[in-house]
Nanobody, 117 residues
Framework: QVQLVESGGGLVQPGGSLRLSCAAS????????MGWYRQSPGKQRELVAT???????NKADSVKGRSTVSRDNAKNTLYLQMNSLKPEDTAVYYC???????????WGQGTQVTVSS
């Protein structure tokens, strides 16, 4: 079983920034796509940003222009840099990965991001 562990969440003021990390137990080169999703109270889990193994990024309209998804293969880690944070960004952020072979999907435990003044 692949383990994904998110970190970097916390409490920030509106307009602030956070860098979330997702550390994988194995090589992230074995994943065809990795990404970030979030879920806030009363809402379904939604896409934030994804990154394919070839380097193509996809982002939700709500975070375009103020977020960057990246990876470090040597560290087996996926990142999400978020700037100009808004209260509506408050949610639990989850890391996701899909394997090349078999298409298995893995999720991390989530990290809380709270944007409040």
């Amino acid at each position: 079983q692949v383990q994904l562990v998110e970190s970097g969440g916390g409490l920030v003021q509106p307009g602030g920034s956070l860098r979330l990390s997702c550390a994988a137990s194995g090589s992230i080169s074995s994943f065809s796509i990795m990404g970030w999703y979030r879920q806030s109270p009363g809402k379904q889990r939604e896409l934030v940003a994804t990154l394919t193994s070839s380097g193509y990024a996809n982002k939700a309209d709500s975070v375009k222009g103020r977020s960057t998804v990246s990876r470090d293969n040597a560290k087996n880690t996926l990142y999400l840099q978020m700037n100009s944070l808004k209260p509506e960004d408050t949610a639990v952020y989850y890391c996701n990965a899909r394997a090349y072979y078999g298409g298995a999907v893995y999720w991390g435990q989530g990290t809380q991001v709270t944007v409040s003044s």
